[in-house]
Each structure stands twice: as C-alpha cells, then as structure tokens.
C-alpha cells in the first residue's frame, strides 16, 4: 500500500534556530500534500496545503514565514520551521493524496521540541 | 463547508466488550467519510472509509461502521475489543478527492482488562 515516510520522528532544538521535516511518498506521486499540527489530546490542525510546483496555501492564522512549505517534485514536501520558539513545539504530520484518488496516506509525524 | 462532531471524547471499554464510537457530519454536499485510528506518537492509520455504494463499510481489525445519510451518521463499532485497541479514533470528512480533510475532535478508547 501507499507509504510516506517522514523524518525526523523527533527533534529538540534550540530557540531561534530553524528545523526541516521531511515527507516522502515512497511508492506513490504525492500531488498534494497536508501539513498539520497536533497538540497533546487535540485533534489535527490542518496548516497548509501544497500542490506539487505550486505555493502552498496557509490556513488562517498560520504565518507563512515562519512555517515554510516546499513541494518540488511528486514524492517530497518539506516543512521549515523558522526561527523557533518554545511555542513552536508540537506533533506535525503530514500526509499526502494523489491526483483521482480519494484517499489519504499520513506520515508517522515529528515531535518538535523547542528549549 | 462541512464540519464533523464526535459525540464522545472519552470511550472506557472492558476488554472483549463491544464498542461503538459516533460520528456526525454537517455538510451541504456529499461527502466521502474516514476514520483513522491514531496510537501514542504515531500518525495516522486508515481503519475504513465510505466512498459511495453499501452503508456497511468493514476495515481492519475488526471494525465497520455504517452510513446513515439520514441521520448525517458514521458510526464505528467493534464487537469484541482488544487491549490493543487504545488509542485515539478521528472521523474525517472531505468533499472530493485531493482536498482537504475535516477532523471530528477524537475519541480516546481506552480498553480496561
């Protein structure tokens, strides 16, 4: 079945410095790709959406500066977190769907820590 | 725009009970419905979805859920649970293929021996 890896599983950074996540579809062409975040015992915030070649569209309230969406190619969508802070720490998963498809693969996410 | 309510947040079950754990949608188009099963720090794993065709959807590890365009319901039931099955559930929701899913709140189930 449909695979993405995501990577790293976690991460501890320092405030200020900037962290990638990385989502790879492993046997599929991701054409879109879903960043979201959890929080502990909430359900998953969708952040933004990315479309392979195009900019990614940011729901409201996420800054787009701070939480940089790449999408080059069909099987990788990285998410940068830019200057972080401690309030940046979260569960993020991504999860990717392909063109036709009704259907949804999510990565295994990342736990940010931001000290 | 379409929302999604799960009834309960919290779902205690003795071991080899039956569980049933609710899903509501609000929608003003037709929708395809999820639920995804979600274990401690881990993403999400696709239990069962309904596209289109028999109300009566069965998953993985025992599950099924019905719909109920009527009632605008997507329950998901488990006759017999296992320790096993603690974690959290999510139903979802989307309007078409590619876009984006709507998450129900969670329910956390947790299986007592």
């Known amino acids: 079945g449909a695979v993405v890896s995501q990577h790293p599983s976690w991460v501890i950074c320092k405030s200020g410095t900037s962290v990638k996540i990385e989502c790879r579809s492993l046997?599929?062409?991701?054409?879109?790709m879903f960043w979201y975040r959890q929080f502990p015992k909430q359900s998953l915030m969708l952040m933004a959406t990315?479309?392979?070649?195009?900019?990614?569209?940011?729901e409201q309230g996420v800054e787009k500066d701070k939480f940089l969406i790449n999408h080059a190619s069909l099987t990788l969508s990285t998410l940068t977190v830019t200057s972080a802070h401690p309030e940046d720490s979260s569960f993020y998963i991504c999860?990717?769907?392909?063109?036709?498809?009704?259907?949804?693969?999510f990565g295994s996410g990342t736990r940010l820590t931001v000290v | 725009a379409q929302s999604v309510t799960q009834l309960d947040s919290q779902v205690p079950v003795f071991e080899e009970a039956p569980v049933e754990l609710r899903c509501n949608y609000s929608?003003?188009?037709?929708?395809?419905l999820f639920w995804y099963v979600q274990y401690p720090n881990q993403g999400l794993q696709l239990l069962l979805k309904?596209?289109?065709?028999?109300?009566l959807v069965k998953g993985i590890n025992g599950f099924e859920a019905e719909f109920n365009k009527s009632q605008t319901s997507f329950h998901l039931r488990k006759p017999s649970v296992h320790i096993s099955d603690t974690a959290e559930y999510f139903c979802?929701?989307?309007?078409?293929?590619?876009?984006?899913?709507?998450f129900g709140g969670g329910t956390r189930v947790l299986v007592k021996p």
């Open positions: 999860s990717a769907s392909s063109t036709g498809v009704i259907g949804y693969t």
């Open positions: 046997d599929f062409q991701a054409t879109t």
């Open positions: 990315s479309n392979e070649g195009s900019k990614a569209t940011y």
């Open positions: 929608s003003s188009v037709s929708v395809y």
């Open positions: 309904y596209l289109s065709g028999s109300t």
């Open positions: 979802a929701v989307t309007r078409a293929a590619g876009n984006k899913l709507t």
